[in-house]
């Protein structure tokens, strides 16, 4: 295949998934976001083996990363409804952390523009265990930051899963063109170097007999 099929667009695709994958999972390490941590190790193995098929011709390898990919978008709608507070869900809560720790989205803090302090502890000494932290002027909010990253993350998905059908497509009818020829030039060698003839039975003529009677007397 030339370098302007499908195939080769899939290939980049996957390497810019690649990238966006591993930027954004540097940000959630450091925001201790453990579901999306864990959703993006499994993105990265799944793009990795898919962008292998790819390269090495595996249909079944890029229906793996296709099946995924709809997971994958899935899981991406479900965030961007996470953070803007969409169907009773509330980005308050710890759902990304599964419940063992108060961390929220690395942006939150450290987003374009935003001036952290950190707040003394009350002065009744209630709760002296907590760190307040004071977040001004952000130029963008953290949770729209975090729909932007799942935006471009179900962008890339759609068009890979687009292009990863057109490929197994394109694979499964090269394939069938190969069985088909083979096949058809099996047959015709055949036809060509064999030849069927019919079997005739031999008929003994009555000259041969006495001669056949005369041998079996000596």
């Known amino acids: ?10 290939i980049c695709l996957c390497a810019l998934q690649l990238i966006s994958a591993l930027e954004r999972q540097i940000f959630d390490f450091l925001g201790f976001q453990w ?15 898919g962008l292998f ?16 990919t709809a997971l994958w978008v899935t899981w991406n709608v479900f965030i961007i409804c996470f953070y803007l507070e969409v169907g009773g ?3 308050d ?8 720790s108060v961390h929220r989205s690395w ?16 002065a009744h000494g209630m709760m002296d265990d907590y760190t307040y ?38 694979s499964m009818e090269e394939e069938d063109t190969f069985d ?19 079997v005739k039975p031999v008929e003994i003529s009555n000259d041969i007999e006495p001669e056949m009677r005369l041998l079996n007397l000596t």
């Open 1 to 10: 295949m030339g370098c302007c099929t499908g195939r080769c667009s899939l």
């Open 35 to 49: 579901a999306p941590i864990l959703g993006n190790f499994l993105h990265i193995i799944v793009v990795i083996l």
């Open 53 to 68: 098929g790819t390269i090495q011709y595996r249909p079944r390898y890029i229906m793996v990363y296709t099946v995924w």
């Open 89 to 91: 869900l509330s980005k």
């Open 93 to 100: 809560t710890d759902l990304m952390t599964f419940n063992i």
């Open 107 to 122: 942006w939150r803090e450290h987003g374009p523009g935003c001036v952290r302090r950190v707040l003394p502890p009350s």
């Open 133 to 170: 932290v004071s977040v001004t002027g952000c130029i963008v909010d953290f949770q729209y930051l975090e729909v932007i990253h799942s935006a471009v993350q179900i962008l890339l998905s759609l068009v890979g899963f687009v292009y990863a059908c057109y490929v197994i497509s394109i």
């Open 180 to 198: 088909f020829i083979g096949g058809l030039d099996t047959h015709s060698y055949y036809q060509d170097h064999v030849e069927l003839k019919p």
